[in-house]
């Protein structure tokens, strides 16, 4: 009961965070890889929208969130591990139902007991031409998991303790279409997290390690 108690002062924390102006592109940058590709290629009318979902959970008195490993197929994805999420379709009410609707086909998510908390900066992603809404949210029990094999050739579960530990940032340098980038990551489990992805992990981070905005005034 203890524990359900700490993840629901820490949801409603987190929530009421989110509704204060975020840290954006300051966070970004701290995980932002070097590409000349960011610098030259800008949205357009081309640009499709899409949304992922960071979900948390508590298991075992840790609090976790989900990520997926991508296949190896012919795109710039390609075996990146990311939040799952997809493109916007126009059956979607919103960018939020694009979220939900992608874990749900990709990870078997039932969003039954799934609480919307708000949303971090929407994020534009150069090399796949896409503008990203992360959408945060809770659920008050770990999930079953029941992946899609055609888009998640795994799915790991993520410590929040884990993915906030300064000791597993690092750096290398990437291959992406062509061009080699360096890119900071953080390792978890034996993979790198980088790209839009740690981007998004940053900003996150930096809200939740913010003081409350509500008593700074």
Partial sequence: MAALESFSAFTEQLAHKLKFPLPGETAHR???ASSRLRLTFKPNHRTRRSAVLILFYPYQGEIYFPLILRPAYDGVHS???AFPGGRYELSDENLIRTALREAQEEIGLRLTDVRI??????LFIPASNFHVLPVVAAIPYRPGFYPDPREVEDIFEIKLEEISDVNIIGSSDIQVR???VHAPHYMVQGYKIWGAT???ISELLAVLNAPD?????
């Fill in 198 to 200: 740690a981007m998004m």
């Fill in 213 to 217: 905005p509500a008593l700074e005034n």
């Fill in 30 to 32: 701290v995980m932002q």
């Fill in 79 to 81: 075996g990146q591990v």
């Fill in 117 to 122: 908390l708000g949303a971090l900066t929407e």
């Fill in 178 to 180: 062509g061009e080699q």
